[in-house]
């Protein structure tokens, strides 16, 4: 669909909008609906056999057996993910960390106001240091361009259509990402568990998520495969430093992400890492526990760890690139969190829970010949990878750039869509 501006503007007086049609009003929040408050809704209160979507700041999470708003509505988040926003076709029960607009709380097209409330950055209007919320009053003073009803119902069953268009694409890019992280997980585990010659003879492991291994491989507890185990530093981390420290977020996919750093000014020598140094991951949720990193310099010049992570340095017999694949693939991974201690949500493992995991050890050579070849074939689905997630992002800009043009009037939509069906 091609849309066209309106013929005339006029200026608003305000940064956001600058303009709007000439026939357009500025109108606040609180002239257009009322956020209302949701109710507390305990765990042990909850009726999980109910039918009726319960709705937090981060959507639907839940069911229980009676509503607390009409339908359709719009769920703004309050404390959490303040001011995100959910939409709900059917009654639903808002609990205390949101805000409900329904029917009976709404002097406008509400489809349209919800996509107006896109527009509206209540994300950024959190006034408490404590813990961050959005106001209402200060949502109530927030501005919008205000259309007549008919263009309201216009611009709302235009944005329904163009989204979901944009939204069916992202979501087959999304399914794509996870094939090409299902394939590299693929490839990489069979190259570390079988080998490269697809001839080679097996042996039985005895180990049930192992099964079988080439008959020349070693099968050893990970501890004889390491020459040292350190713990990083407890010191309070800063925003500036003269040594940046790495800690769990900084393992992506079994590599070291050099980005949202903290340092310190001083560290003793002996916990500076090396190129080829493994960062074990040994206290997280159980889906982050036991992730490995290989440091491979960039441009910091002193670079540590945190206390949660454990330095792991390979024996001279053990190539550290080629047990970074190893411990990071599935099968190690679900008997790292089958060892983890598990409290409250938090995860922990201590060494002997994770040096004694056996782990199939060819020779060094071959460990090698491994890593190149995996580093090849990564490298092609990686790249398929980056290409969709900025895909993703591409979509995902275009899409809140068109809720803000048809949002804001610099598009007039009411010649592409059925103003009379949609109202």
């Not at 927030?142 to 979501?171: C, G, H, M, N, W």
């Not at 070693?218 to 800063?238: A, F, M």
Request: aromatic share 8%; proline share 5%; hydrophobic share 40%.
């Amino acid at each position: 669909m091609s849309a066209q501006a309106y013929p005339h503007y006029k200026r608003t007086g305000v940064d956001w909008p600058p303009e709007v049609p000439s026939t357009w009003e500025m109108r606040p929040v609180k002239r257009l609906s009322t956020l209302v408050y949701g109710d507390a809704l305990p765990s042990d209160v909850r009726d999980e056999t109910g039918e009726v979507p319960v709705y937090g700041s981060n959507g639907a999470f839940g069911k229980h057996s009676e509503a607390n708003t009409s339908a359709p509505a719009i769920l703004v988040g309050r404390k959490g993910s303040y001011g995100a926003l959910n939409w709900s076709d059917v009654p639903s029960f808002a609990i205390d960390t949101v805000y409900y607009v329904d029917p009976p709380h709404s002097k406008c097209n509400l489809r349209w106001l919800y996509w107006a409330f896109h527009t509206a950055n209540f994300g950024t209007l959190s006034q408490d240091t404590g813990v961050p919320g959005l106001s209402r009053e200060a949502a109530y003073e927030v501005r919008l361009p205000y259309p007549s009803k008919s263009e309201q119902a216009a611009i709302a069953a235009f944005l329904d259509l163009e989204t979901a268009k944009i939204d069916a694409l992202v979501e087959e890019q999304k399914r794509l990402i996870e094939l090409l992280k299902e394939k590299r997980q693929a490839v990489i585990s069979h190259a570390v568990t079988k080998g490269l010659n697809p001839n080679v003879s097996l042996k039985d492991t005895g180990i049930e998520w192992l099964r079988e291994a080439p008959e020349h491989w070693e099968l050893v507890q990970l501890k004889r495969c390491l020459r040292s185990v350190d713990y990083g530093i407890s010191d309070t981390l800063g925003p500036e430093g003269a040594v940046a420290i790495l800690r769990m977020g900084n393992i992506q996919d079994g590599r070291i992400d050099l980005g949202d750093l903290k340092f310190v000014d001083a560290v003793d020598s002996a916990l500076l890492l090396d190129r080829g140094d493994l960062l074990y991951n040994r206290t997280n949720s159980l889906d982050q526990i036991g992730k490995v990193g290989l440091y491979v310099p960039g441009d910091l010049q002193a670079v540590s760890f945190a206390s949660y992570l454990v330095r792991l340095r390979t024996s001279p017999d053990c190539c550290p690139d080629f047990f970074a694949y190893a411990l990071n693939t599935e099968g190690i991974l679900g008997v790292a969190r089958a060892r983890a201690f598990v409290a409250i949500g938090q995860c922990n493992l201590n060494p002997s829970r994770y040096s004694e995991i056996v782990v199939a050890k060819p020779p060094l050579a071959e460990q090698i010949a491994i890593v190149e070849h995996l580093r090849r074939a990564t490298s092609a689905l990686d790249e398929l990878r980056d290409q969709a997630e900025k895909s993703v992002t591409l979509l995902q800009e275009r899409r809140l750039a068109l809720i803000s043009a048809a949002v804001t009037g610099k598009v007039d939509v009411r010649g592409l869509v059925d103003i009379e069906d949609a109202a």
